[in-house]
C-alpha cells in the first residue's frame, strides 16, 4: 500500500464526520416520532427483509449486528409500545416470526421519506468524497 497522504486523512475524517451527523439527525427524527433509535432501527430491519417471509429474531440481530438476546429484549419493548408483533411461522409453529404493526408502519413511512429526502441530499457529497479513492478487494476483510 502506498503511503497515506493528507488528504486521505481528510477525507476519512469528513465521511465520518458526514455519518455521525446523519446518525445523530436520524436519532432525532427518530425521537419526534415517538420511536427511540433502537425501535426505528427494528422496524427497518423487519420491513425491509429481503427475503419475503417475516424475519426471525436471529435474522434481526444479523441485520443490526447485535446479540440474539438484545434483540429480544427490545422487541419485548417494541410489541408493548404497540409497534410491533410475534407471529408464528405458517409452516413452522416452533418458529416465530416479526411484523410491524399499523403504528409501526405509519412511523417508519414518515421517518422513511425524511430519510430518503436526506440520502438524496447527501449522495452528491458522498460521491465526490469517494469518487478519488482507489478500490480494493480486500476491503472489509
Not at 8 to 20: E, I, K, N, V
Not at 41 to 54: S, Y
Not at 98 to 110: D, M, S, Y
Amino acid at each position: 500500500m502506498s503511503k497515506l497522504t493528507p488528504r486521505d486523512y481528510t477525507t476519512l475524517l469528513t465521511f465520518r464526520t458526514a455519518l455521525r451527523r446523519f446518525e445523530r439527525w436520524s436519532e432525532e427524527q427518530a425521537r419526534q416520532v415517538g420511536l427511540t433509535p433502537a425501535q426505528h432501527q427494528l422496524l427497518l430491519a423487519i420491513t425491509g427483509h429481503p427475503d419475503e417471509r417475516e424475519p426471525t429474531i436471529g435474522d434481526i440481530a444479523d441485520h443490526l449486528a447485535v446479540r440474539h438476546h438484545s434483540v429480544v429484549g427490545l422487541v419485548d419493548r417494541a410489541v408493548e409500545a404497540g409497534l410491533v408483533e410475534r407471529v408464528r411461522d405458517e409452516y413452522d409453529s416452533r418458529v416465530v416470526r416479526l411484523a410491524v404493526t399499523p403504528l409501526g408502519e405509519q412511523r417508519l413511512e414518515a421517518l422513511s421519506e425524511l430519510h430518503l429526502a436526506e440520502l438524496g441530499r447527501l449522495a452528491p457529497i458522498l460521491d465526490h468524497l469517494t469518487a478519488s479513492l482507489p478500490v480494493s478487494d480486500t476491503a472489509g476483510t
